[in-house]
């Protein structure tokens, strides 16, 4: 499956966000979706995570009450919704999908075997 996300940009403290990711390639509806977060120096790190059906997600700790992960399998997309960002929200995200993980390892980025591009977020003070 093709990944292919948009919707990053330069913002500043308090504002929202949406990240879109389309899918190609595949039926879509049979890959768990994730999107990830890396940092300079950092590893990719879990934000969300979404299953098939869009009926079950996981969240950082950090993204708790202000991201909200969604899908549209009409659509063959995945969408993030970002509010209240923060400086440290500053990333590249990226979206993944699985069609085999192992239902423990969904927050793991290793567990995703296909990527997006990566959009760039900057959350300015």
């Known amino acids: 499956v093709q990944l292919q996300a948009s919707g990053g940009g330069l913002v500043r403290t308090g504002d929202s966000l949406s990240l879109a990711c389309s899918a190609s390639?595949?039926?879509?509806?049979?890959?768990?979706m994730g999107w990830f977060s890396q940092s300079p120096g950092r590893e990719r790190e879990l934000v969300a995570t979404?299953?098939?059906?869009?009926?079950?997600?996981l969240y950082a700790d950090s993204v708790k009450g202000r991201f909200t992960i969604s899908r549209d399998n009409a659509k063959n997309t995945v969408y993030l919704q970002m509010n209240s960002l923060k400086p440290e929200d500053t990333a590249v995200y990226y979206c993944?999908?699985?069609?085999?993980?192992?239902?423990?390892?969904?927050?793991?980025?290793?567990?995703?075997?296909?990527w997006g591009q990566g959009t760039l977020v900057t959350v300015s003070s």
């Open positions: 993944a999908a699985s069609g085999r993980l192992i239902w423990s390892t969904r927050g793991d980025h290793k567990a995703y075997e296909y």
């Open positions: 390639g595949r039926p879509f509806g049979r890959f768990f």
């Open positions: 979404i299953n098939m059906s869009g009926g079950h997600t």
